[in-house]
């Protein structure tokens, strides 16, 4: 039995880095949101509004993390960076609009695996719950 559980485990983490680099993909070229990632890139493209996903090679492990922990409930890596996401998003100055735009965004990402893994029904419902969480939390602790 356990070794189905870490099989399941694996996945849901496979599935997690599918959805962390292809919502990534999409939001850092974004016309409302874009910029705020593009803070971040660590390297440029050919064209400075669509940053390539590697100028994201260093962020988007540290957010497979950040969800691994929230879906998972455990930290998979040794040593976990601790996540202050208060702190760190009110230094981005976010915009009225721009958290409605993020959500919209990992919504329509979420539901696109969604259609591609209906066996991962379940896994992506928890998901599209947290954003949704996330979402009040920060039009709470922003706005």
């Not at 940053?51 to 998972?72: D, G, K, Q």
Request: aromatic fraction near 12%; hydrophobic fraction near 40%.
């Amino acid at each position: 039995m356990p070794e189905q559980t870490h099989c399941k485990e694996d996945t849901q983490i496979i599935i997690i880095e599918q959805i962390v680099t292809a919502f990534y993909t999409v939001a850092t070229a974004d016309f409302l949101i874009g910029y705020h990632f593009r803070k971040i890139q660590t390297a440029q493209g050919n064209n400075p509004l669509v940053p390539p996903i590697t100028a994201f090679s260093e962020h988007i492990p540290r957010i497979v993390e950040f969800w691994s922990i929230i879906l998972l409930k455990k930290n998979r890596a040794p040593q976990t960076s601790s996540f202050n996401l208060n702190e760190t998003h009110r230094l981005l100055q976010i915009r009225p609009g721009e958290i409605g735009r993020w959500v919209k965004l990992f919504r329509e990402t979420l539901d696109l695996f969604a259609r591609q893994l209906p066996e991962q029904k379940e896994f992506i419902e928890t998901w599209w719950r947290q954003i949704k969480s996330f979402e009040k939390l920060a039009n709470k602790n922003f706005f």
